[in-house]
Nanobody, 124 residues
Framework: QVQLVESGGGLVQSGGSLRLDCAAS????????AAWFRQAPGKEFEFVAA????????NYADAVKGRFTISRDNAKKKVYLQMDSLKPEDTAVYYC?????????????????WGQGTQVTVSS
């Protein structure tokens, strides 16, 4: 089992930045793919970004490409999402997820472990 806890959400003005942290505990996490998803009110889960175990491969949704950066520190068992140039449409609850596999996926059902989510609100 892997437990995931997100932090770092909050309220920011359009054009601002936030960094989300995801702390993992439980079994070894270093070989898992990690990802961030988000869900805005009334909308479905949306893939944001994923990173493989050694940070060699990353994958981003078109909506965040060039503005968001996913990274990880396996020694600290943490995954990060640096969000720059934030827009009001980035407002959502952001979730950290992990899957016990070496292959990145963009579908929520492919992930085994989830955090409780952290709210990000971007004001215009």
């Amino acid at each position: 089992q892997v437990q995931l806890v997100e932090s770092g959400g909050g309220l920011v003005q359009s054009g601002g930045s936030l960094r989300l942290d995801c702390a993992a505990s439980g079994r070894a996490f270093s070989s898992d793919v990690a990802a961030w998803f988000r869900q805005a009110p009334g909308k479905e889960f949306e893939f944001v970004a994923a990173i493989n175990w050694n940070s060699a491969n990353t994958n981003y949704a078109d909506a965040v490409k060039g503005r968001f950066t996913i990274s990880r520190d396996n020694a600290k068992k943490k995954v990060y999402l640096q969000m720059d140039s934030l827009k009001p449409e980035d407002t959502a609850v952001y979730y950290c997820a992990a899957r016990a596999s070496a292959v990145e996926k963009t579908v929520p059902d492919d992930y085994d472990y989830w955090g409780q989510g952290t709210q990000v609100t971007v004001s215009s």
